[in-house]
């Protein structure tokens, strides 16, 4: 599992002030923390982590010599430059469900072959142990046609005893229509097109 260091946060000192020295702020909350922690973190170590992590993964977050169990709940990037500014965690109970998402990621989409593939969902929200966190959902599309389509029901994670979904299970996911051709004369002569 990923580790991520993090400091307490002086809330003295203004968000704004850190991001310009280099900081992604943050708060880590959960059942068994009062309130919340506010913490910043190394900008140059988020963006490594998130180079591998999304929200929805599950990680440690190491502050002040103690090691916590936390997901990414959300991620806020800057409008100007596409940075990201801040990260909230939530502090992860054993034995206590928490609500999370898993990105679906979608492979071989390239070998779509006679239609044009639409990617309808982005990620999927369910509910489980820690123990059963889904970071990711993979989907090999290449086989797919034209009027082929994949629901939610239709993956792994909609099996799994230890998800309970959020997203409803007959919300699509894919779907292969058919590729809109410029229409030619039937002769074969050419038609006016507008430049």
């Known amino acids: ?3 991520l260091k993090a ?3 002086d809330l ?3 968000a704004k002030r850190l991001r310009r020295e280099g900081f992604v702020t943050g708060n880590i909350f959960g059942r068994e923390i009062e309130g919340s922690i506010p913490v910043q973190i190394a900008r140059s170590d988020a963006e490594k982590l998130l180079k591998k992590r999304n929200k929805g993964s599950q990680i440690l977050l190491e ?7 936390v997901l990414i709940k959300d991620i806020s990037f800057g409008t100007l430059k596409g940075q990201v500014e801040n990260i909230d965690f939530q502090a992860l109970v054993a034995g206590e469900k928490v609500h999370s998402v898993a990105e679906i990621v979608l492979l071989n989409h390239e070998k779509v072959v006679g239609g044009v593939l639409q990617q309808m969902l982005h990620e999927i929200s369910y509910k489980a142990l820690p123990s059963a966190l889904v970071e990711k959902v993979e989907i090999d599309v290449g086989s797919l046609r034209v009027g082929d ?3 939610v029901q239709d993956l792994d994670i909609a099996a799994n005893k230890d998800i309970e979904l959020i997203t409803h299970p007959e919300t699509m996911v894919v779907t292969v229509s058919e590729a809109h ?3 030619t004369n039937a002769e074969g002569g050419n038609e006016d097109v507008d430049a």
């Open 63 to 69: 502050i002040g010599g103690q090691r916590l169990d």
């Open 7 to 9: 400091e307490k946060r």
């Open 149 to 151: 389509t994949i629901l």
């Open 12 to 14: 003295a000192v203004k």
């Open 1 to 3: 599992m990923d580790t």
């Open 181 to 183: 051709r410029t229409e």
